[in-house]
């Protein structure tokens, strides 16, 4: 038995939620997202709460039951609260900045890398040395931050790279003479 699937989703007060066959939709204050369940699950909406049931005892109904219950919670927090995650870049001379629609990095390369930010996202750069990527779907945040990451990751010597804020570097010592 699922553990994470037998607990009902609460939708807290503010959040609109629609649910229309195998449809979900939500509607809050930072916007509107949807989701379609698969066919080995049964939902079901009422009393403010979400209830998701695997059909039957298959592995594959299993399975997808707490995968789906979860990605129902994401679909409600992220219309009411939103996501964000946070990259710290370390180096020297290692920066960036927010210009309109597009993320500039500079990481040691022989030029500036120009990241477009995607719709649904938003990008904020406090300091030259950190940046918050933030929206209300989930997958398409972490996604975004796993981009910016991948052009420069950490590494283990220096340390010098892009990580998320709450990431640890394994350092390793360097030669001996």
């Not at 210009?99 to 930010?117: E, M, P």
């Not at 750069?125 to 052009?151: H, L, M, Y």
Request: glycine share 10%; hydrophobic share 35%; charged share 30%.
């Amino acid at each position: 038995m699922s553990r994470i699937g037998k607990n009902p989703v609460t939708v807290p007060s503010g959040v609109e939620v629609k649910l229309d066959g195998r449809d979900l939709t939500a509607k809050g204050k930072l916007g509107q997202l949807s989701m379609r369940f698969v066919s080995d699950v049964n939902v079901e909406f009422a009393d403010g709460k979400i209830t998701v049931r695997p059909v039957n005892s298959t592995k594959k109904a299993r399975m997808a039951w707490g995968m789906q219950r979860t990605l129902a919670q994401n679909l409600v927090t992220g219309v009411s609260e939103g996501f964000s995650r946070d990259l710290e870049i370390t180096g020297t001379g290692y920066r960036a900045q927010v210009q309109g629609k597009t993320l500039s990095l500079a990481l040691g390369f022989s030029h500036d890398v120009n990241y477009q930010i995607p719709e649904g996202i938003d990008i904020q750069c406090e300091k030259p040395t950190s940046i918050k990527v933030s929206g209300i779907d989930k997958q398409k945040v972490g996604q975004v931050a796993a981009e910016i990451r991948a052009w420069r990751p950490p590494e283990p010597y220096k340390g010098k790279g892009v990580r998320y804020a709450d990431e640890y570097i394994v350092r390793k010592e360097g030669k001996k003479k």
